[in-house]
């Protein structure tokens, strides 16, 4: 079992940036791979970035590319997003979710999230 609990969303304006950090429990952290989804009001879901257990590979959709950086610390069991040049349509509530999957992009895959995280992009 992973619990996961997210904090450090909040207000920021355009261009600015926000770091959230999800913390897990359990003690198997490590071996799973962990991923950032959003979610935004009458939207579906969708896949913002993950990264393996051991921190070597990361995945990004397009839209946050060269924005976004994904990270983890297994010995704290975090895993952190750091959000660079916030715009509008990045407001959303976002989670972090846990999977055994190779595929880590879908988000049927994830067995664990947390209860989210609002981040709002004021223009």
């Known amino acids: 079992q992973v619990q996961l609990v997210e904090s450090g969303g909040g207000l920021v304006q355009a261009g600015g940036s926000l770091r959230l950090s999800c913390a897990a429990s359990?003690?198997?952290?490590?071996?799973?791979?962990m991923g950032w989804f959003r979610q935004a009001p009458g939207k579906e879901r969708e896949f913002v970035a993950a990264?393996?257990?051991?921190?070597?590979?990361?995945y990004y959709t397009d839209s946050v590319k060269g924005r976004f950086t994904i990270s983890r610390d297994n010995a704290k069991n975090t895993v952190y997003l750091q959000m660079n040049r916030l715009k509008p349509e990045d407001t959303a509530v976002y989670y972090c979710?846990?999977?055994?999957?190779?595929?880590?992009?879908?988000?049927?895959?994830?067995?664990?999230w947390g209860q989210g995280t609002q981040v709002t992009v004021s223009s």
């Open positions: 990264i393996r257990w051991s921190g070597g590979s990361t």
């Open positions: 359990g003690r198997t952290f490590g071996s799973y791979a």
């Open positions: 979710a846990a999977t055994g999957s190779i595929v880590v992009v879908t988000p049927v895959v994830y067995n664990y």
